[in-house]
């Protein structure tokens, strides 16, 4: 079946660490995009990509890197920058970045919660 | 740019009645539409999208919603509620004209449904 795989499904960060979210996708979609999901704020946008080695940043960028060196995968990097980086992270897919084809909804990955130690 | 507005953050029914959520959007053109469910600890799920023609759109899960123009809105209903549609849910409205696809999400609605 085809579907957004995001891992871990849990995940710890230690004071002035790095970690990385995988997401991971076998859509065939062009495009990729991270939300950060706090409680009563909706979804909020880190970063998207339309297209691979190409890629945008969102409304909350700051303390978090991306890349997409691969079609299917777009991993999303919390750095020590990121002060608050408890949450719960969504990765999503769409055919199309783009308005040339028809809005295509997104599909979401289950999400990775992070916490800190 | 486009919003969206979710006036209820909470609403609570009871199993077997009726579910009206709330959906008001600004967008200068005609909107891409949708509603999303989330269930605790999940990713989200499309119920249902507008993107033009019949303004009364059937989705999955006996959902269905209503485009309309005059009222910028597009509310989701349900004729009768059943204890495992209690979850999040969010409206989304995404850009027409040229450009990249973001949809701008609202804040959600969390359906608490009653026995």
């Known amino acids: 079946d085809g579907g957004i795989t995001q891992s871990p499904k849990y995940l710890f960060r230690k004071e002035g660490q790095n970690v990385t979210l995988s997401c991971e996708q076998n859509?065939?979609?062009?495009?990729m995009y991270w939300y950060r999901q706090d409680p009563g704020q909706g979804l909020r946008l880190i970063y998207y990509?339309?297209?691979?080695?190409?890629?945008q940043k969102g409304d909350i960028a700051e303390g978090y890197s991306v890349s997409r060196e691969k079609k299917e995968s777009f991993p999303l990097t919390v750095t020590s920058a990121q002060k608050n980086p408890t949450a719960f992270y969504l990765c999503?897919?769409?055919?199309?970045?783009?308005?040339?084809?028809?809005?295509?909804?997104?599909?979401f990955g289950d999400g990775t919660r992070l916490s800190i130690l | 740019a486009q919003s969206v507005t979710q006036p209820d953050i909470h609403i609570t029914v009871s199993e077997g009645a009726s579910l009206e959520l709330r959906c008001n959007y600004s967008?200068?053109?005609?909107?891409?539409l949708f509603w999303y469910v989330q269930s605790p600890g999940q990713g989200l799920q499309l119920l249902l999208k507008?993107?033009?023609?019949?303004?009364l759109v059937q989705g999955i899960k006996g959902f269905e919603a209503e485009f309309k123009r005059s009222q910028s809105s597009f509310n989701l209903r349900k004729p009768s509620v059943h204890w495992s549609d209690a979850a999040e849910y969010f409206c989304?409205?995404?850009?027409?004209?040229?450009?990249?696809?973001?949809?701008?999400f609202g804040r959600g609605t969390s359906l608490i449904v009653h026995p």
């Open positions: 999503a897919s769409s055919i199309d970045g783009t308005d040339s084809l028809v809005n295509q909804p997104q599909h």
């Open positions: 859509l065939n979609h062009d495009a």
């Open positions: 990509s339309q297209i691979v080695n190409d890629f």
């Open positions: 967008y200068g053109a005609t909107p891409y």
């Open positions: 507008y993107f033009s023609g019949d303004t």
């Open positions: 989304a409205v995404g850009p027409t004209s040229g450009g990249s696809y973001i949809p701008t």
